[in-house]
């Protein structure tokens, strides 16, 4: 695709010769629309995900003198010593630096607003770059912008940016970004190496993409088989990708992840990672000539790393999280991002795997198109990964933001390819129409478009209104807040709604959402479901004063379901203990909150009152 000149203007020689340049602007842009569209959510420090709320509470225990390898969460189940989370602090470091640099002049807590508002477009920008730099290699020096546009598309992917998304999943696509960057790269040390590093940094975040890095690891093992020139490209991996993940140990790994667990890197992955950097650059240094040896050489090594994970660390060959039987059927297999995308409503399926399914085409095209040329098995390779990503999806839906991510190359050639032979036809109707399918096909506008055809959810299994309102309602700052007229206590609420409440109040909580919090998960749901008379109990154990429910949150249907003639269940009917003491919130606060008393006997509960006859009123 050529661009005519203007007034002996070239746009495609100044799109190429300055990209970065016009690159940075273009993410300059969506920085302002993205600040302006959210400024309320930053006024209001809406953190809508658990994950960001506990991001935050880490960044602040680091600024307020928390060791730098100490990621325990001491405000929730405090009387238990709290838990640790399997997080990193490599990600806490820009936040807490553009609180540091804004709090001077803002003061803390506006300096903490806009830190978590400006904290996800950083990964954002390092995204841009790296989709560009690939399209740039595999499609044409002035193709980048309309990666751009396809990558605003990929509204799973780009919602992983969005001000106040402070978690680490930004980061961690952006390293997959510049894996992918660099098994695009024709310079083979530089490419392997900037696929070893981004590896190395993102299991340093986390293990979420490891199954990426793998198939990193292995689409670079088969072009090294395919092509003995590559060597330098596998030596290069295995010395970044060996070296990166030690050094991310020493400088992130918290004092609980020095131990053998399973989810994090941990000794057990750091084994991983070194061996299999090792191994690699050893294949490097081994004089195959043929195929078949090169073939029968990686296949060794793969056995041996296989092998050697299964002797050493059979603990580690089921979950990763090394949660009981109970957790994982009362909590963890059902979280809803841990389905297949085929388990979820078309409305929501169609949309996420739409761009990856275009992304494959393009790809397999483009590699069909350059089979005679160099870019043909670099092109391969993006098929490869591309299609990898898709079939993440039948897995867990989590996948949606990188399966999107990945299909930007190779949608960007199929637009590139697609949309010039439409503009050269003869018949205007064909050009116009033909031409502005084309472009809404290869970037993904169309998922959009064809939502208001596809069918509604089946009668009950749509979350009714009423939840969603409660979820949002019991997140606000404005619902929350007043819980601070109280003193100081541990209040013993539902699990979803722990990591929000020491974020916002001074209060502290029992638990949240996080595997290595699975006793007090199963705790806060035995309690919930089980019946009123074993509650006391449980909430002594972790010496909760308060007991604060949101009585329509979506985490409470749980409740009901599991224990219709449990605790919550009699509480959502205005049964409520007589050991429950009633404290006074605003009129029109979602919550209800009650005094523990300890010094009561059990008697009989109270009924509804007559005025109030609504479920969970009294």
């Not at 010769?17 to 420090?45: E, K, P, S, T």
């Not at 003198?65 to 838990?83: H, I, M, N, T, V």
């Not at 541990?490 to 722990?498: A, K, P, R, S």
Request: charge should be positive; aromatic fraction near 10%; hydrophobic fraction near 50%.
């Amino acid at each position: 695709m050529k661009l005519k000149p203007w007034g002996g203007f070239r746009l495609d020689h100044e799109l190429d010769r300055h990209w970065l340049g016009w690159m940075l602007a273009f993410w300059g842009c969506v920085v302002a629309w993205y600040l302006v569209q959210r400024q309320a959510n930053i006024h209001w420090l809406v953190l809508n995900d658990t994950d960001d709320n506990m991001r935050l509470m880490q960044v602040r225990a680091l600024l307020a003198g928390q060791g730098w390898y100490d990621l325990r969460q001491y405000r929730l189940d405090p009387a238990l010593g709290g838990f640790d989370i399997h997080w990193s602090r490599l990600v806490d470091l820009p936040i807490a630096g553009l609180i540091l640099l804004l709090r001077p002049f803002l003061g803390v807590e506006a300096a903490e607003k806009w830190a978590c508002g400006l904290a996800p477009l950083l990964p954002l920008a390092l995204t841009m770059t790296a989709l560009s730099l690939t399209v740039r290699r595999l499609v044409a020096g002035y193709a980048w912008p309309m990666a751009m546009l396809v990558l605003m598309s990929c509204t799973a992917t780009m919602a992983m940016y969005a001000p106040m998304r402070i978690d680490h999943h930004g980061w961690q696509l952006a390293c997959l970004a510049m894996a992918v960057a660099g098994l695009a790269d024709p310079n083979r040390a530089r490419g392997g190496a900037t696929v070893g590093i981004s590896s190395a940094v993102s299991l340093t975040i986390g293990l979420e993409m490891l199954p990426y890095c793998a198939m990193a690891d292995g689409i670079i093992v088969l072009r090294w088989i395919w092509d003995r020139a590559d060597a330098r490209r596998i030596a290069a991996h295995g010395l970044t990708l060996a070296g990166g993940s030690a050094l991310g140990f020493a400088l992130f790994a918290s004092n609980a992840n020095q131990v053998l667990r399973c989810d994090a890197l941990t000794p057990v992955w750091l084994s991983v990672t070194v061996a299999t950097g090792s191994l690699l650059f050893a294949l490097s240094l081994v004089p195959a000539e043929r195929r078949w040896v090169r073939f029968a050489l990686a296949a060794a090594v793969g056995a041996v790393i296989v092998a050697g994970f299964a002797l050493f660390f059979p603990q580690c060959l089921g979950r990763p999280e090394q949660v009981s039987d109970e957790l994982a059927r009362t909590w963890l297999n059902n979280v809803r991002e841990a389905r297949p995308i085929y388990k979820h409503p078309l409305k929501n399926a169609f949309p996420m795997a739409a761009l990856p399914v275009v992304g494959i085409i393009g790809a397999l095209l483009a590699t069909w198109r350059a089979r005679r040329s160099a870019a043909a098995i670099a092109w391969a390779a993006i098929a490869l990964f591309t299609a990898f990503a898709g079939a993440m999806l039948l897995w867990q839906v989590r996948a949606g933001p990188a399966a999107q991510m990945l299909s930007v190359p190779g949608a960007t050639a199929l637009a590139w390819i697609v949309i010039p032979w439409f503009l050269t036809r003869s018949n205007m109707a064909v050009r116009i129409v033909g031409s502005a399918v084309a472009f809404l096909v290869a970037t993904g506008l169309f998922a959009g478009l064809a939502l208001p055809f596809l069918p509604a959810d089946k009668p009950g299994k749509a979350t009714p209104a009423k939840y969603a309102k409660a979820n949002a309602a019991c997140g606000r700052v404005s619902s929350l807040l007043p819980l601070n007229a109280y003193r100081k206590a541990i209040l013993f609420t539902h699990v979803d709604m722990g990591p929000r409440l020491i974020t916002i109040t001074h209060h502290d909580g029992i638990a949240g959402p996080y595997h290595r919090n699975g006793d007090a998960i199963l705790d806060v749901h035995h309690a919930f479901t089980g019946p009123t008379g074993g509650f006391r109990a449980i909430a002594a154990r972790h010496k909760a004063q308060y007991l604060l429910i949101c009585p329509d949150m979506s985490e409470t249907t749980i409740y009901r379901s599991r224990g219709p003639q449990g605790f919550f269940s009699q509480l959502y009917r205005g049964r409520v203990p007589n050991w429950l003491e009633p404290m006074a919130l605003p009129a029109n606060s979602p919550f209800k909150l009650w005094r523990i008393r300890y010094d009561l006997p059990d008697a009989s509960v109270s009924a509804p009152s007559p005025r109030d006859p609504r479920p969970g009123k009294s």
